[in-house]
C-alpha cells in the first residue's frame, strides 16, 4: 500500500475501505506534525503491531489556551509526508480545523477529562486535555482503528488517553511507547524548534534532574523528588513542578515501579519530561 493523504472524513473513508473489507488491523498515531525520531519510532511500533498505519496530522487548537503557542507550533508539512512515506505510513490524516469542528471551537460537546485532568500539566494549563481527550475521541471515531499508540512522553495524555478508552468504553487498545532522546539525553518534542543554542543547552537541566532523581530511587519517593527538585532548581529553568507518582499518576504507595515527572520553562519555552523510576530496592531504570 503506497502512502495516501486523506484531507476529510470521506476521503479517509475511501482510504481505510479495503482494510475493513479485509478485517486487517488498523493501527493509529495521533500528532500534530513537525514530525521527529520520537514520531518515528511510535510509527514503527504501530508498523511492528498493526498491518495499516494511520498517521494523523492536526494541529488541535483547543488544546492551546489563549496566549500559548497554537499560532508558532512549528508546521512542516511537506517534510512530515516525506518521512511518513519513508517509515512505511498507509494512510496521512491531514484534516482542517473545520473538518474536526465542524460546528466551531466553542459551545460543543466535549470530554471531560475528570479530576486527573487538573494535576500536574492540567494545573498550569486546565483546558488542555479537555481539548486532547476531545480531539482523540473524535479521532478514533473517524479512524476507527484497533489501536492506537501515544508516547510516554505526555506521559499524562497517555495515562489520560487510556482512561478515556477503558472509561467510555471505546474497545480500542491503548499501546504507550518509550521515549526517544537526543544523544545527550534531552527529550526529543517539536517544541525543541523554540530553543536557542543557549537554552538548548539549559534545556538538559530536565533530563539532569530526572536523572538525579532516579539515582536516589533505593531511598524512596521523597529522596528521589528532592534529589530531582534539587537538580533542576539549581539550573538555569524555572520549574513549574516535580513530581514522583505510582503509574496511574496517584500518590506512591510505597515502593516498586513509579513515575519521576518534571515541567519546567526554558526561556519562554516550556517543556516537559519523564521517566520510569522503580522505588525503594535499589534497582532502577531510566527510559
Ligand atoms: P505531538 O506531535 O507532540 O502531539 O506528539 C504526538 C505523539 O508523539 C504523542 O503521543 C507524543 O507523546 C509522542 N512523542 C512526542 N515526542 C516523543 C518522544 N521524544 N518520544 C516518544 N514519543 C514522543
Known amino acids: 500500500m503506497s502512502l495516501t493523504v486523506a484531507r476529510t472524513a470521506e476521503e479517509l473513508r475511501t482510504a481505510l475501505c479495503s482494510?475493513?473489507?479485509?478485517?486487517?488491523?488498523?493501527?493509529?498515531?495521533?500528532?500534530?506534525?513537525?514530525?521527529?525520531?520520537?514520531?518515528?519510532?511510535?510509527m514503527r511500533t504501530t508498523r511492528d503491531r498493526t498491518d495499516v498505519v494511520v498517521v494523523s496530522i492536526f494541529v488541535n487548537p483547543t488544546q492551546f489556551a489563549a496566549g500559548e503557542d497554537f499560532g508558532a507550533y512549528p508546521r512542516t508539512f511537506g517534510a512530515d509526508l516525506d518521512g511518513c512515506e519513508t517509515a512505511g505510513v498507509d494512510v496521512v490524516f491531514a484534516p482542517d480545523v473545520a473538518t474536526m469542528y465542524p460546528e466551531g471551537t466553542d459551545g460543543g460537546v466535549v470530554i471531560d477529562p475528570?479530576?486527573?485532568g487538573t494535576v500536574l500539566e492540567g494545573a498550569s494549563r486546565p483546558t488542555h486535555f479537555q481539548g486532547v481527550l476531545t480531539v482523540v475521541a473524535k479521532l478514533l471515531h473517524l479512524v476507527g482503528p484497533d489501536a492506537a499508540f501515544f508516547g510516554e512522553k505526555d506521559y499524562q495524555q497517555l495515562v489520560l488517553v487510556r482512561r478515556m478508552a477503558r472509561d467510555l468504553c471505546m474497545g480500542v487498545e491503548v499501546v504507550g511507547v518509550p521515549i526517544v532522546r537526543e544523544p545527550d539525553g534531552l527529550a526529543m518534542s517539536s517544541r525543541n524548534h523554540y530553543l536557542s543554542a543557549t537554552e538548548r543547552a539549559d534545556a538538559l537541566t530536565l533530563s539532569r534532574a530526572l536523572a538525579a532523581g532516579v539515582g536516589a530511587a533505593g531511598d524512596g519517593a521523597a529522596?528521589?523528588?528532592?534529589?530531582?527538585?534539587?537538580?533542576?532548581?539549581?539550573?538555569?529553568?524555572?520549574?513549574?513542578?516535580?513530581?514522583?507518582?505510582?503509574?496511574?499518576?496517584?500518590?506512591?504507595?510505597?515502593?516498586?515501579?513509579?513515575?519521576?515527572?518534571?515541567?519546567?520553562?526554558?526561556?519562554?519555552?516550556?517543556?516537559?519530561?519523564?521517566?520510569?523510576?522503580?522505588?525503594?530496592?535499589?534497582?532502577?531504570?531510566?527510559?
Do not use: K, Q
Open 19 to 42: 482494510a475493513r473489507e479485509t478485517r486487517r488491523r488498523i493501527g493509529l498515531v495521533p500528532t500534530m506534525g513537525a514530525l521527529h525520531d520520537g514520531h518515528r519510532r511510535l
Open 114 to 116: 475528570g479530576s486527573l
Open 223 to 287: 529522596a528521589v523528588r528532592a534529589a530531582a527538585e534539587e537538580a533542576a532548581v539549581t539550573g538555569p529553568v524555572e520549574v513549574d513542578y516535580v513530581a514522583v507518582t505510582d503509574l496511574d499518576l496517584a500518590p506512591p504507595s510505597g515502593g516498586g515501579d513509579a513515575r519521576l515527572l518534571i515541567a519546567a520553562r526554558v526561556g519562554t519555552t516550556r517543556l516537559i519530561d519523564n521517566t520510569a523510576v522503580r522505588l525503594g530496592d535499589g534497582a532502577t531504570t531510566r527510559s
